[in-house]
Nanobody, 127 residues
Framework: VQLVESGGGLVQPGGSLRLSCTSS????????IGWFRQVPGKEREGVIC?????????????YYKDSVKGRFTISRDNAENTAYLQMGSLTPEDTAAYYC????????????????WGRGTQVTVSS
């Protein structure tokens, strides 16, 4: 199983980025996908998650960081085995390594709940 994040980089404050999380070797549609972020010296924190839709019959979005509500959205394309994190109105406080993770269950804000992880992609917001 492999999860690969892409799309990170350097962006100016107020800018946007779209991160992708592409999976292989995983029955992607059965997994909820979460995005976490981490800065050096701090714990990895949950940002947002999209459910697998198994229980709700739709893809539910759950925010774990109030500061990203209205700025970040998450989506998924099961046919492409890919999840996306669209980030807008970025601030320097969003600077972090961003990780996607998969859990064969409903969403969770706890990193210990997830079964598989990507290696991360760096997002730096700076002028």
């Amino acid at each position: 199983v492999q999860l690969v994040e892409s799309g990170g980089g350097l962006v100016q404050p107020g800018g946007s980025l779209r991160l992708s999380c592409t999976s292989s070797g995983l029955n992607f549609r059965h997994y909820s996908i979460g995005w976490f972020r981490q800065v050096p010296g701090k714990e990895r924190e949950g940002v947002i998650c999209i459910s697998n839709g198994n229980r709700e019959s739709y893809f539910d979005t759950i925010y774990y960081k109030d500061s990203v509500k209205g700025r970040f959205t998450i989506s998924r394309d099961n046919a492409e085995n890919t999840a996306y994190l669209q980030m807008g109105s970025l601030t320097p406080e969003d600077t972090a390594a961003y990780y996607c993770a998969a859990v064969n269950d409903h969403c969770s804000g706890l990193h210990s709940a997830y079964d598989f992880w990507g290696r991360g992609t760096q997002v730096t917001v700076s002028s």
